[in-house]
């Protein structure tokens, strides 16, 4: 008798159970007319931000040579990829070819950002971890240093890179007219946000850890190395890919310290694209620059993205 009550009362209690899960799930689930109001908003934004890329792919694949698509068709009349193979063939009337300009690119890029995140992550462990004099100061530095707009310290590394003559065997250059002297000037710019953004995540990581690590026998570099550095992971992401992006879209300053066509860069290129009051621009070639340009940064946002989801520390800390 007493099992059979105790499987009525379970009985009950699931069927309470049930109805109040079915009831919540039909409060928590949005009217129709309001489920349709928020999927016209988000088909709007889709549409806002995929009708520039459709209509600068219509360019590229538009032989007919317009500034702008004659109608809202994404293939349009004759279209190939002739513009696509010029530009790949000879982007400007120097002799650098397409891959030399993605090979300078790349090279800042890469330089930039590999050496920008290293500098920066062992900076901001230091700000964030170590007590020391003038911590405080040098942190204002570092964020006075971050206000200040990139082309205010153009003249001022012109100057100071311009006088140094490297002198490596039968190799003699200007330290300022090369793309070492162009990443230095990239990295100088990139290297306080690096500090200054990964020291705020650094901040974020718990003690416990790295104070459970030195009771197992952990020296401050393993704990650096075996702790610190894996649960940093999305923020040193983060910051590689917008110094990869700063140091691929560079032009100011390229333009500035290089004088050899062997040192020009995809920016440098696309602009000289660009006629004279855009009159004689030849915009399908543009447009498939353009998208070439472009390329690259989205393959390598992918790859971080790849870092940003399986980096993330989850569960690091049990109450």
Partial sequence: MTTETTTATTRRLLSRDSRAKASGSEERRLPIG??????????????????????????????????????????????????????????????ISFLGLALNSLKIAVGSSVIAVALGIAAAYAFSRLKFRGREALMIAVLGVLMLPSVATIIPLFIFLNQFQIELGDLSFNLRASLIGVTLAVISAQLPFAIWNLKGYLDTIPRDLEEAAAVDG????????????????????????????GGWTEYLTVALFTTEVHDQTLSIALNAMVGQ?????????????????ALPVSLVFFVFQRYLVGGLAVGGVKG
């Fill in 218 to 245: 952990a020296s401050q570099n393993q704990i650096f190395r075996k702790v610190v550095l894996p649960l940093a992971i999305p923020a040193i992401a983060v910051t590689g890919f917008l110094g990869f992006l």
């Fill in 34 to 95: 309001r489920q349709i109001l928020i999927q016209v908003i988000l088909l709007f934004i889709t549409v806002t931000v995929l009708f520039p890329i459709v209509w600068i792919l219509s360019m590229a694949l538009d032989p007919r040579n317009l500034s702008r698509p004659d109608g809202l068709n994404l293939i349009p009349p004759g279209a190939s990829f002739d513009a696509f193979a010029k530009v790949i063939a000879q982007p400007t009337s120097n002799e």
């Fill in 277 to 293: 009051f855009a009159r004689t621009t030849n915009w399908s070639q543009f447009a498939a620059f353009s998208i070439l340009f």
